[in-house]
C-alpha cells in the first residue's frame, strides 16, 4: 500500500521555466511534509517542508502547495535550472513517530 | 543544514560475512537516528528507527537479527548486516534528527554488494 505517490516519473522542463512537481497521500494522519533532492549513489537533500497548518511555503525558488482537503502537494521551481536536475523525492511524516514516508520520486531533467 | 557522513560509502563482500556501516552526525547531536534503504529506482524504505540509548524500532518485513543497529551516542549509529546475501545488495542511507529540528538530515549512503 504506498501512502505517498508521485506519478510522473519523469519531467523535462527547459531552463528559466517553471516546473511543477507532484505528490498525493492517503493517510489524513500525516501533518508534516517535506521535499528532498537526490543524485546518484548520494544521500537526500532537504529542500523544503511544510506544516499542514499551513498551505504553502516559500523558499527563494522553491514553493510548496499543499491542498490538505484533496490530500496533494506541490513543488515548484522557478525559475528552473540546469543543475535541478535530479530526482526529486516527497515525504510525509505524522509529527508523532517522525517517520518519513517516501513517495517513489520523480526524475526532473532541466534543459539548457 | 545538519551534516551527516556515512562510512564505508561502498562496500563488497562475499556471501556469508558480515558488514557494518557506521553513521555519524558531524555537527548535531542525532537524538533519533533512521536506517533506509533504497533498491534501484525504487523509493527510500525504512528499515529501522533508533533512540539513543534504546533498541532499535523495525519496521514491519525488516529482520532485526540480520540488520543489527547500535546507537551508543548521539552522534554514532551502526547497522551491521550479518550473514548479507545477495539479496542484500542495496544502497543504505541513514539519517539523523536532532531536538531542535524538524527534518531528518542524510548520510550519503553506502553501497552494499554481496558477491
Known amino acids: 500500500d504506498q501512502q505517498v505517490k508521485q506519478n510522473s516519473p519523469s519531467l523535462s522542463v527547459q531552463e528559466g521555466r517553471i516546473s511543477i512537481l507532484n505528490c498525493d497521500y492517503t493517510?489524513?494522519?500525516?501533518?508534516?511534509f517535506l521535499w528532498y533532492k537526490k543524485y546518484p549513489a548520494e544521500g537526500p537533500t532537504f529542500l523544503i517542508s511544510?506544516?499542514?497548518?499551513?498551505d504553502k511555503n516559500e523558499d527563494g525558488r522553491f514553493t510548496v502547495f499543499l491542498n490538505k482537503s484533496a490530500k496533494h502537494l506541490s513543488l515548484h521551481i522557478v525559475p528552473s535550472q540546469p543543475g535541478d536536475s535530479a530526482v526529486y523525492f516527497c515525504?510525509?511524516?505524522?509529527?508523532?513517530?517522525?517517520?518519513?514516508?517516501f513517495g517513489t520520486g520523480t526524475r526532473l531533467k532541466v534543459l539548457a | 543544514g545538519a551534516v551527516v557522513s556515512q562510512h564505508p560509502s561502498w562496500v563488497i563482500c562475499k556471501s556469508g560475512t558480515s558488514v557494518k556501516i557506521e553513521c555519524r552526525s558531524l555537527?548535531?547531536?542525532?537524538?533519533?537516528m533512521f536506517w533506509y534503504r533504497q533498491f534501484p529506482k525504487q523509493s527510500l524504505m525504512l528499515m529501522a528507527t533508533?533512540?539513543?540509548?534504546?533498541?532499535?524500532?523495525?519496521e514491519q518485513g525488516v529482520e532485526k537479527d540480520k540488520f543489527l543497529i547500535n546507537h551508543a551516542s548521539l552522534t554514532l549509529s551502526t547497522l551491521t548486516v550479518t550473514s548479507a546475501h545477495p539479496e542484500d545488495s542495496s544502497f543504505y542511507i541513514c539519517?539523523?534528527?536532532?531536538?531542535?529540528?524538524?527534518?531528518?538530515?542524510f548520510g550519503p549512503g553506502t553501497r552494499l554488494t554481496v558477491l
Open positions: 539519517s539523523g534528527k536532532g531536538s531542535s529540528y524538524n527534518e531528518q538530515f
Open positions: 493517510n489524513s494522519m500525516f501533518d508534516y
Open positions: 533508533s533512540n539513543e540509548g534504546s533498541k532499535a524500532t523495525y
Open positions: 511544510i506544516s499542514s497548518i499551513k
Open positions: 555537527d548535531f547531536q542525532a537524538t533519533t
Open positions: 515525504a510525509a511524516s505524522d509529527s508523532g513517530t517522525y517517520k518519513y514516508i
